[in-house]
């Protein structure tokens, strides 16, 4: 059975599934699942259409799955989709999709949401990503797995950020960052290549070394863009590990790379 305070408001249309546990003065509306062993705590606002997978905590204070903040929003019905094992601490944001794409926000599994998170409509963000506190992402943002956004990072409209990228404190992206890349700055600029964080995912120095040289072609080589595309290209039939970083050179980036 689930634990629900008795100042918490349910709405019937929501489903819930056995325990969850939900806290003093939470709402939860019309649309909201919420999966087995979610935490709710007091003073949570949920509103549908929202599906909340199983062993997720959300702290006090967050709004989850409003309106999108969009004037061009006309009430149609979007949706909210956080998968497993999230966490979300106090006073984040995480807003429904709009028609003007694919009327959806998604959050994966097991990523680490800091306090005062702002995740616009529209959003993509993958696996086991870690926000910061106060990291913004604008509408339409994608964000692979494993990316680390440091404190009051934000990116803009449409950016794409790779798998395994990281962003420094108050990092501003209004570019798109590739993955495996460290950038900082504001605007963002390429500091290098993310390899703490690849070493601790247990990346062995052959693939270090491939993923330096490629960051070397992009963007110290003096090679233009589509040359160093092709070199990648070629790099990666016998180099796996540079084959996201081709994909996204070649099919995900939508706003120019950061270069």
């Known amino acids: 059975m689930s634990n629900i305070h008795a100042t918490a408001i349910i709405d019937p249309g929501a489903e819930i599934a056995d ?4 806290g003093p003065y939470s709402v939860i509306g019309d649309g909201v699942r919420i999966g087995a062993g979610s935490e709710i705590g007091s003073h949570v606002v949920i509103k549908g259409p929202t599906s909340i997978g ?10 989850i799955g409003d309106e999108p903040q969009d004037k061009k929003y006309a009430g149609e019905t979007t949706r909210l989709e ?22 959806v926000t998604r959050l994966g599994n097991d990523n680490w949401i800091m ?10 963000v993958g696996n086991q990503v870690i926000m910061a ?31 395994h990228a990281f ?31 690849l070493k601790r ?40 590990e540079l084959t996201i970083f081709l994909d996204f050179l070649t099919d995900q980036s939508r706003r120019s790379i950061i270069r």
């Open 19 to 22: 325990g969850v546990v939900i």
């Open 201 to 240: 995912r247990g990346f062995e120095k052959d693939q270090l070394r491939n993923i330096r040289n490629a960051y070397r072609v992009l963007y110290r080589s003096g090679m233009r863009l589509q040359e160093a595309t092709e070199e990648i290209a070629r790099l990666s039939e016998t180099q796996s």
């Open 133 to 163: 506190n106060n990291v913004t992402l604008a509408g339409h943002v994608h964000v692979g797995d494993h990316v680390i956004m440091g404190g009051f990072s934000g990116a803009h409209q449409f950016c794409s950020i790779g798998a």
């Open 115 to 124: 306090a005062y998170v702002h995740i616009a409509h529209d959003c993509d």
């Open 54 to 63: 199983e062993q997720n905590r959300i702290f006090q204070f967050a709004s």
């Open 82 to 103: 956080i998968g497993d094992r999230n966490t979300i601490r106090e006073y984040c944001s995480l807003n429904r999709g709009t028609a003007n794409d694919q009327g």
């Open 167 to 197: 962003l420094g404190m108050y990092a501003g992206v209004n570019r798109d960052v590739p993955p495996y890349v460290t950038v900082s700055g504001n605007p963002a600029e390429p500091k290098g290549v993310n390899l703490e964080g």
